[in-house]
């Protein structure tokens, strides 16, 4: 026998056949999920099999340590902190087992994602109902385990509704599947000599006295709330023929195994029962209120009609996503500043009937008195809303400083009769505690995700955590209301199981937890015998806050920890490909969480927190976690946090090199630009070593580049050569007059594309200007050389900064070159200001034609009427920073012009790192997850568009079609 606990460790990794980390980054990683708490765990599993499951299992149990279960890590109220194994079954456990559409079931193991369950389901008229905020990347064993609802429950019932069959592994190895069963059945389980049989044994001896059940009805939740997850679901299981002679009803023990958090067993299958796809017409009615009580008082009055949503958002909310790059063009119907929106959906077969259906509830709003503004909303519009509002958990990170909304009170639910009573007493209470709550809320289920506003860093706030969660538990059990409606009692709620439900029920729940898990080695302190709520917190309180130093301006969040902390762990970042976006490529490709946005955010929060050597950022662990961020600035924009792990890796790149220096190949990428000046004197031999075998491969060996790329040829001329006989051609009386940036890339690589903006331009009667100015910086940034970039910026900004206005703007063709100008030389300069007031007038060319042919200056009489189609590929930092939109409006221009945009996230190449010849295969399964699939199947007839060189020379690389930038397109289409 093993005695030594790290031998013990390898022996069971070495006889897994999946993963088993014991190192600091894993354990890191694990350390916190979307609540408050931190925890670091023993060890991090990445099972592959139920093989693996077991013999976690039975090691666990042998060696007295917890296993927490986790899928994608979104728990509000930590259930997948602790200090045992964390078993991560999100990575290997995705597959859809079976499915039989005509008895409306499927099958699926824990780590499916639900959005990607009901894609599969949609063609057979089929869905997986609940629908939490989270749903893009939430997984269907954390689904199961928190009971959760999300925004269809008023129509179809939570999770513990759907639940038909658990495949578990139980506390000693053994595998049992529950279902629904007669009592026949159940009696014969009693009578089993096992585990599974002691289980059901110990489930009838607690619950067939007419003492026990009373108990229980008494002490539960109102039954008319069906969003309720205190405790294990005791009531749940009464309403059967096992205990009720009269109920038609089978027994299913999954009732009560849906919503304990794990902690009974572990589940690796899930069969659900489907229900038929809800009415294809919907209208949206947004009622805006100028109160949260006059919101609140609405629900009961609009819930007379048949609803499939009743969602509430609060002005706190709404205010956060003026910031958000991202969410900004979801506001579109907001009017004035209202203090709360209701968003109330009604179906039906045809848009008529539900057009008809929504003047009805306007009618009703209107005779309440109660709201002043009912703008409807029609297809597309309502996922823009729906978007707005899912966003909100994430968007509350958004609050600058320390002070958070805090999740602890977030997830009461009471009876619909006693909501706005309910709410009056909450916002009394919050006034008591001098809170401005943020309201967030599935109003029509009784819900409200009501967060008070904390700073857990400091005592006295953790102190009125405690009081006002006690204060709320006390009201919510006035109400009989449930302290936990779908996102479960965890860490945060775990201790005040026992005073919702009584005593004696709080028993009743232990010898159940006792039976199941004798040696409490499934997700202890979970449910039963939680520990106080103040404890394992993420931050120490009152702690010394660690001062860091840093080149780049991170004043916006107030240095760049409290940058890193932004990340609420909400997982926005886990979401695939086909949930659209670009966030986070690196992620989609490895659905490793340390290649995550909130996987790089947590690791360098923990570094620059707990680091005991002088420069915090010298870790390898770090280097580990960015290393694979292509910076492609997704996260700037579809983080609802907006945590930008871009700029958070150039800034460790610098201070990482301070220590460690850099390579011969990071040095020729950050400087190309000179390198480039240097080659293009004779670009001819140049191109010729770069094409010949013998020299190509020495150059890719030399500087560790793949051998399966090609090497980019260098212009005949470069574009300021060419520019001095095209000044010849500015027109004479110009509509306006531009300044064109030259950048690195186009004035050395794509000379040619550079001619052809200024030949469009000029022949659009616009003057184009080039002066001398430095190059962007782009690759300096990139590589961590913020000295040298700073010295660019502040180069570029006093060359333009005099020049540059509203009549005379800078435009640029490479996207992430021009687009430093508002982002990156925003943090560099040492003079905001001045740079702000230079990115204000700065804009990518399709920006700026975008523009003016909204001004009505450029017409489509200037172009071919010739019939086109064209498939767009964005450029990510246009994506992050602009906006895809420019480039198709202007696409769209020509008469017969038919684009289309590929919803292809990041093409995989940026900028230099699908060249690295460790990360060339990265590269290219990034490009095949959308991109390359999508070129492929496009007509040989059919341009491809590429704003961005990279996105072109990967393109190039991967399906050998040419990409052509969309100055290019319209120079040639102009008559």
């Not at 706005?420 to 001098?434: D, R, V």
């Not at 969660?469 to 006390?474: E, K, L, R, S």
């Not at 660690?546 to 004043?555: S, V």
């Not at 962007?776 to 660019?792: D, N, T, V």
Request: proline share 4%; hydrophobic share 40%.
């Amino acid at each position: 026998m093993i005695t030594d606990f790290t031998e013990a460790f390898d022996a069971l990794a070495k006889n897994l056949d999946g993963e088993l980390y014991l190192d600091e980054l894993h354990k890191k990683l694990y350390a916190t999920d979307a609540s408050v708490y931190r925890k670091l765990p023993l060890a991090v599993a990445l099972p592959k099999s139920e093989a693996d499951l077991k013999k976690i299992i039975v090691f666990a149990k042998e060696h007295q340590v917890g296993v927490i279960p986790r899928t994608a890590g979104t728990s509000l109220a930590g259930q997948c902190v602790g200090d045992g194994i964390v078993v991560d079954v999100s990575k290997h456990f995705t597959k859809i087992v079976s499915f039989d559409a005509t008895q409306r079931a499927v099958t699926v193991q824990p780590g499916v994602i639900r959005d990607e369950l009901n894609s599969f389901l949609e063609p057979h008229g089929l869905f997986f109902a609940p629908n939490t905020s989270t749903s893009n990347r939430c997984m269907i064993g954390g689904m199961v385990g928190n009971n959760s609802s999300g925004t269809t429950s008023i129509q179809y019932g939570v999770t513990r509704d759907k639940v038909i069959n658990l495949k578990t592994i139980l506390s000693d190895g053994s595998t049992v599947n529950f279902k629904e069963i007669t009592a026949e059945e159940f009696e014969q389980k009693r009578n089993l000599k096992s585990l599974e049989g002691a289980i059901y044994s110990t489930i009838y001896n607690e619950l067939s006295t007419p003492e026990a059940q009373q108990e229980i009805q008494a002490n539960f939740p109102k039954p008319e709330i069906h969003r309720r997850n205190t405790g294990y679901a005791l009531d749940a299981l009464l309403d059967n023929n096992v205990f009720n002679a009269e109920s038609n009803t089978l027994f299913n023990m999954c009732k009560l195994l849906t919503g304990s958090e794990g902690t009974l067993a572990f589940t690796t299958e899930i069969t659900l029962k489907l229900d038929d796809l809800p009415p294809a017409e919907a209208v949206m009615v947004a009622a805006h209120f100028e109160s949260i009580n006059t919101c609140l008082e609405a629900v009961v009055p609009v819930m007379k009609h048949n609803l499939y949503v009743c969602e509430m958002m609060d002005k706190v909310i709404l205010d956060c996503t003026l910031n958000n790059r991202e969410q900004q063009k979801n506001r579109f119907f907001i009017e004035q500043d209202p203090a709360a929106i209701l968003m109330l959906e009604v179906r039906a077969v045809t848009l008529d009937e539900a057009r008809i259906k929504a003047l009805q509830l306007i009618e009703t709003l209107k005779e309440s008195g109660l709201s002043y503004a009912y703008p409807t909303l029609e297809g597309n519009q309502i996922n823009q809303a729906l978007e707005l509002r899912k966003a909100g958990l994430g968007l509350l990170g958004n609050i600058v400083g320390d002070r958070k909304a805090v999740a602890c009170i977030e997830d009461t639910a009471v009876a619909l009769e006693d909501l706005a009573s309910y709410i009056k007493e909450f916002t009394a209470l919050m006034a008591h505690f001098k809170q401005d709550a943020v309201y967030y809320a599935h109003a029509g289920a009784g819900e409200i995700h009501l967060r008070p506003i904390l700073n857990l860093k400091n005592s006295d706030d953790v102190t009125l955590f405690r009081t006002i969660t006690t204060a709320v538990a006390d009201l919510v059990k006035k109400y009989k209301g449930s302290m936990s409606g779908e996102h479960g009692d965890g860490l945060v709620r775990g201790e005040f199981v026992e005073f919702m439900i009584g005593k004696t029920n709080y028993a009743v729940l232990k010898r159940i937890k006792h039976t199941f898990d004798p040696d409490n080695i499934f997700n202890p302190g979970k449910v039963i015998n939680a520990k106080p709520m103040d404890e394992q917190l993420r931050y120490t309180p009152d702690r010394k806050e660690p001062e860091i130093d840093t080149l780049l301006n991170f004043e916006d969040s107030q240095g760049i920890l409290r940058a890193a902390e932004q990340c609420n762990g909400s997982g926005d970042c886990r979401k695939l490909p086909e949930a659209g976006g670009t966030m986070c490529p690196s992620y989609r490709a490895t659905r490793d969480e340390k290649d995550s946005t909130r996987g790089r955010a947590n690791t360098l929060r923990e570094f620059l927190t707990h680091s005991e050597r002088k420069n915090s950022f010298n870790h390898k662990e770090l280097k580990e976690v960015f290393d694979l961020c292509l910076s492609c600035k997704a996260c700037a924009s579809e983080c609802p946090s907006n945590v930008d792990v871009a700029t958070l890796k150039a800034e460790f790149e610098y201070q990482y090199k301070k220590e460690n220096g850099s390579s011969l190949r990071t040095r020729a990428f950050a400087f190309n630009a000179y390198l480039n000046k240097f080659a293009s004197v004779l670009p001819g031999i140049t191109n010729g070593l770069y094409k010949a075998k013998l020299s190509g491969s020495f150059i890719r060996k030399t500087l560790e580049v793949a051998p399966e790329r090609s090497l980019p040829p260098l212009s005949k001329k470069t574009l300021r050569a060419r520019f001095k006989k095209l000044r010849a051609f500015n027109p004479k009386n110009p509509i306006k007059t531009v300044y064109l940036f030259v950048d690195e890339f186009t004035n050395y690589l794509d000379a040619q594309i550079g001619e052809d903006a200024v030949v469009l331009l000029q022949r659009l009667n616009y003057e184009v200007r080039v002066i001398t100015h430095s190059e962007s910086g782009r690759s300096l940034i990139s590589k961590g050389f913020l000295k040298q970039a700073r010295k660019i910026a502040q180069k570029n900004i006093k060359t333009f900064k005099d020049l540059v206005d509203a009549e005379h703007p800078l435009i640029g063709i490479e996207p992430s070159a021009i687009l430093g100008f508002r982002d990156e030389y925003l943090r560099l300069s040492k003079n905001v200001e001045e740079a702000k007031m230079l990115a204000k007038n700065t804009f990518i060319i399709d920006e700026f034609l975008n523009a003016e042919i909204k001004l009505g200056n450029i017409k489509s009489t200037s172009f071919t009427s010739e019939a086109k189609k064209l498939k767009i590929h964005g450029h990510c930092h246009q994506k992050a920073l602009s906006g895809i939109e420019h480039t198709f409006n202007l696409l769209n221009l020509p008469a017969n012009f038919k684009p289309t945009i590929i919803p292809s996230g990041c093409c995989g190449m940026a900028g230099s790192f699908g060249y690295e010849k460790e990360h060339y295969a990265l590269s290219m399964q990034i490009g095949e997850q959308t991109l390359f699939p999508a070129v492929r199947k496009a007509a040989q007839d059919t341009l491809i568009a590429a704003p961005g060189t990279s996105c072109r020379h990967q393109i190039k690389d991967g399906t050998q079609r040419e990409a052509l930038h969309p100055v290019t397109i319209l120079k040639e289409a102009l008559v």
